[in-house]
């Protein structure tokens, strides 16, 4: 049973930094494709970063040079590095796993990133 847990959000002052962590249990980490996606109100889930199994990393140009995303395959988790956060960052974020041959998706619960004074 595949299961990714999210951690690390909460509330955080404009020009703050968070990071999150994505645990994976039930799959076999290095097949997968994963990726944070985040999403408000009334709005699209959006993509916001993702890494493949060989270190390729893709970011929405809205976090370029802000957010760093990594992964570590041995320990099944992934990272999301928030630098500069600004109040349109707000939202729900969901970890994200794609297997590479199959494409079959998963989703985290989700956890909640505040960017306020």
């Known amino acids: 049973q595949v299961q990714l847990v999210e951690s690390g959000g909460g509330l955080v002052q404009p020009g703050g930094s968070l990071r999150l962590s994505c645990a994976a249990s039930g799959v076999i980490f290095s097949r997968y494709i994963m990726a944070w996606y985040r999403q408000v109100p009334g709005k699209q889930r959006e993509l916001v970063a993702a890494?493949?199994?060989?270190?390729?990393?893709n970011y929405a140009d809205s976090v370029k040079g802000r957010f760093t995303i990594s992964r570590d395959n041995a320990k099944k988790t992934m990272d999301l590095h928030m630098n500069r956060l600004k109040p349109e960052d707000t939202a729900v974020y969901y970890c994200?796993?794609?297997?590479?041959?199959?494409?079959?998706?998963?989703w985290g619960r989700g956890t909640q990133v505040t960017v306020s004074s």
């Open positions: 890494v493949t199994n060989g270190g390729m990393m």
């Open positions: 994200h796993a794609r297997e590479v041959t199959t494409l079959t998706n998963y």
